[in-house]
């Protein structure tokens, strides 16, 4: 194991946060870590300076929406998005105290539009903070909220959380919070918001003792989300983290809403649990990266983000590290840019120093699977997090970075819909944001439980499951970017990345090579309605090959190796040529590349073996 992933993995199972900002031991030094704290800094400035006197211009608001008031989302996001910057950078304050107040009231005349799931759910925790950082009392500047606009946002924050925080939600009952409403990014949205107007509520006199809706008091509800919160955090970094696993965006939502406990909780135990998280995603994140592009397997992928290696995290990456996806301005940077919680040095050295940190194997355990034997509540996933059965295996080298989610054959029903949803495993490579091979099956939109896997090291070995829903032919996706056109040699598809080989083998029926379509003339998109921020902002750009397979079900076989280990082409495709093979009897054996031995069960009726061993569903190590 790499010693550096083995030291944070220790100090962050058994350490406070703050002895690892002092135990580093890195390779970058003192002065160099400093310097891109400095230049970190600059960037998240930039971020609001990079507009800056610019006029205001609304979005669009869409008119009566699904019999569910008006689509405010993207109106409410360039409001604050405007105001925001304007109050940072203390210029335009005339025209942003206007539209702050206007889009306020524009949702207090209308209730409905007002307590929307889609529209208007982020907005409480932005009023809170702006309140906070730059009202009467304001923590970085006093004064730049005029007393009306001041006045406006309160009575705003009152009207939405009278009626949507609930001191029943807010109960660590048996679930230990792994009951949750809706999707895990809306659950993280709503409770952020709850919990950042109740704190704030509880300290203005006009509000801090009048009963909401369900008769409890802001002070109450505070503390009960307070207290909630720091078994949610301890739950999560204790049990897996996240169900929604790296989705491109909705990852991001999650992670900043414990952001916005960090910066707006002045309870001590639930802003350090919220910064050990932090810091535990964080460290997750970046030794499975290379240059900011995240590998290692997802769920919640929507196949136009599964060719591209943008995501919002990468995107936040780029103001905090330096690396990823740059300059990227929209409201889901805003808790990324002014927040005050500051990276380990560890962590950064991790991220940073990916030559240093060899070739190494991660093992994590995932949640995922739905709790058995209890009732379904319409609405709500009831998680099962002490059950094993889901294994986020990832082999991290300087080159490239594959990895699958390990599980057994199981029924859709097993599983909570936000983690058996557009599953991705692969491998990506370094030099090109888009360098990347992955097997899949053809979907609309979206498809659940669609492969399963068994990885070891460079060798992935998938197949589509027969319980999988709305899953359609097979296809392998061979990035134009980063990879040579694929050559075909033997019934194995060859590519070369800039420090790795790769190779790609369908095992059963026949393949069709197709090649990249010509790059299609960019229109500019009309406006809509949609429920997620990964289609309005991660647009696939990305071409490539694609390998059509006639045989639906058969296994796919994907090996990767740096340059180091085989320096040509030609001792590669030689020692890919070499590989044992043979399919009978519902099984296929194959002998890996570094010599270990897979046995696959085609049939799906087993766990798949690696050197004659079952994989291991329940590691008693949560990070390995």
Not at 48 to 64: C, V
Not at 194 to 202: D, K, S, Y
Not at 602 to 607: C, G, H, I, P, Y
Request: charged share 20%; with cysteine.
């Amino acid at each position: 194991m790499n010693p550096t992933f083995a030291l944070i993995t220790a100090l962050l199972v058994t350490a406070p946060a703050a002895l690892i900002a002092d135990t580093a031991g890195g390779s970058l030094s003192a002065d160099a870590i400093q310097e891109l704290r400095t230049a970190s800094a600059q960037r998240c400035d930039a971020f609001f300076r990079k507009h800056s006197g610019q006029p205001f211009a609304p979005a669009p608001i869409l008119k009566d929406w699904n019999k569910r008031g008006d689509f405010t989302r993207h109106y409410v996001q360039s409001v604050l998005l405007f105001a925001s910057r304007a109050l940072y950078l203390n210029e335009q304050l005339a025209e942003a105290n206007k539209a702050l107040g206007e889009m306020c009231q524009y949702h207090l005349d209308r209730p409905q539009t007002l307590l929307e799931i889609h529209s208007f759910p982020g907005a409480p925790r932005h009023l809170a903070q702006l309140a906070q950082f730059y009202g009467p009392d304001g923590t970085r500047a006093k004064g730049r909220l005029s007393p009306e606009t001041y006045r406006v946002m309160v009575a705003t924050m009152w009207e939405w959380a009278k009626v949507k925080s609930k001191i029943a939600a807010s109960v660590v009952d048996e679930s230990h919070t792994w009951t949750i409403t809706d999707s895990e990014n809306h659950h993280a949205n709503h409770f952020a918001s709850c919990f950042a107007v109740t704190t704030f509520l509880a300290r203005v006199t006009e509000y801090r003792d009048r009963p909401f809706d369900d008769g409890h008091t802001a002070k109450e509800h505070s503390a009960a989300w307070t207290a909630y919160l720091r078994e949610y955090l301890s739950e999560r970094g204790r049990k897996g983290m996240t169900v929604e696993i790296e989705s491109p965006s909705y990852a991001s939502t999650t992670l900043s809403a414990v952001y916005w406990l960090y910066e707006l909780s002045d309870d001590p135990v639930l802003k350090q649990r919220a910064s050990d998280y932090i810091t535990l995603y964080w460290a997750l994140w970046a030794q499975q990266q290379i240059d900011g592009v995240s590998g290692g397997a997802k769920a919640r992928c929507y196949p136009s983000s599964a060719k591209n290696g943008v995501s919002f995290v990468s995107r936040a990456a780029w103001y905090a590290l330096g690396i990823g996806s740059p300059e990227f301005v929209h409201l889901g940077m805003l808790p990324f840019v002014t927040s005050s919680w500051k990276m380990p040095d560890v962590v950064v050295d991790l991220a940073l120093d990916v030559k240093r940190r060899d070739s190494y194997e991660v093992n994590e355990r995932r949640p995922g699977l739905a709790q058995h034997g209890v009732e379904r509540l319409k609405g709500m996933n009831q998680i099962a997090s002490d059950d094993g059965g889901l294994v986020r295996y990832t082999y991290c080298t300087p080159e490239f970075i594959m990895g699958s989610l390990l599980c057994a054959a199981r029924p859709a029903s097993d599983w909570t819909t936000i983690s058996s949803q557009n599953r991705w495993h692969g491998v990506i490579f370094r030099g090109a944001l888009n360098a990347r091979i992955y097997p899949y099956c053809e979907t609309a939109h979206s498809s659940y439980n669609q492969q399963w896997a068994v990885q070891h090291k460079g060798t992935l070995i998938a197949q589509k499951l027969k319980t999988s829903q709305h899953a359609d032919a097979l296809r392998v996706w061979i990035s134009e970017a980063g990879l040579t056109a694929p050559t075909e040699e033997g019934g194995w598809y060859f590519t070369e990345a800039a420090g790795a080989w790769a190779a790609v083998r369908v095992t059963s029926g026949d393949t069709k090579l197709i090649p990249p379509a010509a790059p299609a003339k960019k229109k500019k998109p009309l406006p809509k309605a949609t429920t997620s921020d990964d289609g309005d902002n991660i647009e696939s750009g990305a071409n490539g090959w694609l390998l059509q397979c006639s045989d639906e079900w058969s296994p796919v076989i994907i090996e990767a190796a740096t340059k180091a280990e085989y320096p040509t082409r030609e001792a590669f495709q030689k020692a890919i040529q070499a590989r044992e093979m043979k399919s009978e009897g519902g099984r296929l054996t194959y002998t890996c590349l570094g010599g270990d031995r897979l046995i696959f069960f085609t049939d799906q009726t087993e766990l798949p073996r690696v050197n004659d061993h079952p994989v291991n569903l329940a590691p008693t190590r949560v990070y390995d």
